[in-house]
């Protein structure tokens, strides 16, 4: 697409249509399209839906705390007009974060933010440049348009190999696009540390577009983390996109934004097409100023985390360490595949495979309930072993 020529809006939606219908997208919330071969399941009903411990796709299942509840509840009175009252949704995002409303673009979800992204950055046959296995969103956009992605594999223990990444980017600075970090990284839950954002931010070209994915950012404790907003204050062309599907619980009421420098939110705003409805904008006020909300929900969910990847080492399976709402767990040299089919016979669902990782499971952190219905599952699947720790696998 040559963005320099005029295009009707008409002609513009279309086309982006066309491209995002290419990818083969849908919601990471497809729970029973999980299925192996690429099979694709009835869509169930409410009590086959509600019957399942759904610990698959990083759901806040606790849902969302009263005082986003309270706040969308009072919008209803604006479900039949176009120019209601917003919230303030944009300009409340700016001041959260210490920024100027034109540094934040909305989308329904941080996944349509990283779909813009590619869209803006990779026509013309660029290149992205990313580890593997992360968030693929930026890959399938970048292969629906006939773009490229290097794709740098994890180190042996995991963690995201920054230098590599670095290097494939000043390698090939001409044709690269974009340079993509998740942080904390998905599957895996594992952080970037903070000094090695910062290398990466300071050693590819310095015009290079950079997109950090902080959709997990709510549930990190490592003092080795930070968040790379302040690149953007700096003016560099760092794009940070966040969510409130995590910690405000608000997958299914779909938003998210990006924060960017200004000129970097004006190009990517011709590749925005979402309308964001009246309810979640204002839900999403609601849960910035509920800091002791999102306290109490950070708590209650890495606490939850703790105890049952304790149990699953104890049982001999070493986990690998997370700052998200989801850990990886190893196998033990089996496929994940057929135990994802197991757990699902089980009433519980959980995470897809994410190649090369096929001997390890995603497992999303639910209520306590669901959490030990996973763990007795997970001990009628596998046997007792040698308790064991991810650090003490090497």
Not at 88 to 106: D, R, W
Not at 130 to 142: H, K, M
Not at 182 to 191: F, K, L
Not at 275 to 287: Q, R
């Amino acid at each position: 697409m040559d963005v320099r020529k005029p295009v009707s809006r008409r002609r513009f939606v279309g086309g982006v249509a066309t491209a995002l219908g290419a990818l083969g997208l849908r919601p990471e919330g497809d729970l029973f399209a999980q299925g192996g071969q690429g099979r694709r399941n009835a869509q169930p009903t409410s009590d086959e839906y509600d019957a399942f411990a759904k610990l698959a796709n990083n759901e806040n299942n606790y849902g969302p705390p009263k005082s986003v509840m309270d706040a969308m509840t009072s919008v209803w009175r604006y479900s039949n007009r176009y120019g209601y009252p917003d919230g303030g949704i944009v300009q409340a995002i700016a001041a959260h974060h210490g920024v100027k409303p034109e540094n934040v673009l909305l989308g329904a979800g941080s996944g349509e933010i990283l779909q813009v992204v590619g869209l803006t950055y990779l026509h013309g046959n660029k290149k992205v440049v990313g580890c593997d296995p992360t968030y693929a969103t930026v890959y399938q956009t970048a292969s629906g348009i006939k773009a490229e992605a290097i794709k740098i594999p994890l180190n042996k223990d995991y963690s995201q190999n920054i230098p590599a990444m670095i290097e494939a980017a000043n390698k090939n600075a001409s044709s690269v696009g974009l340079f993509y970090l998740v942080n904390p990284n998905n599957p895996t839950g594992m952080i970037i540390p903070a000094k090695d954002v910062d290398l990466a931010v300071k050693s590819v070209p310095k015009d290079m577009p950079i997109l950090i994915d902080e959709a997990y950012h709510h549930f990190v404790e490592s003092p080795e983390y930070a968040t790379s907003v302040p690149y953007v204050l700096e003016g560099r062309p760092v794009i940070v996109a966040r969510t409130f599907s995590k910690i405000a619980a608000l997958a299914g009421m779909r938003l998210g934004y990006a924060i960017a420098p200004a000129e970097v939110i004006q190009k990517m705003r011709a590749y925005s097409i979402s309308s964001i409805n009246a309810l979640v904008k204002h839900g999403g006020v609601a849960s910035l100023k509920d800091t002791a909300g999102q306290a109490d929900m950070k708590a209650k969910i890495n606490g939850t985390k703790k105890k049952y990847v304790q149990m699953l080492e104890a049982h001999g399976y070493p986990v690998i360490p997370s700052d998200a709402n989801f850990f990886m767990v190893s196998l033990g040299g089996r496929e994940v595949q057929p135990v994802i089919e197991e757990f699902r016979a089980k009433g519980v669902l959980v995470g897809r495979p994410f190649p090369p990782m096929t001997q390890h499971l995603r497992v999303s952190v639910g209520l306590p309930e669901e959490m030990d219905r996973f763990i007795q599952g997970f001990k009628e699947i596998f046997p007792q072993k040698k308790a064991s720790t991810m650090a003490g696998q090497q």
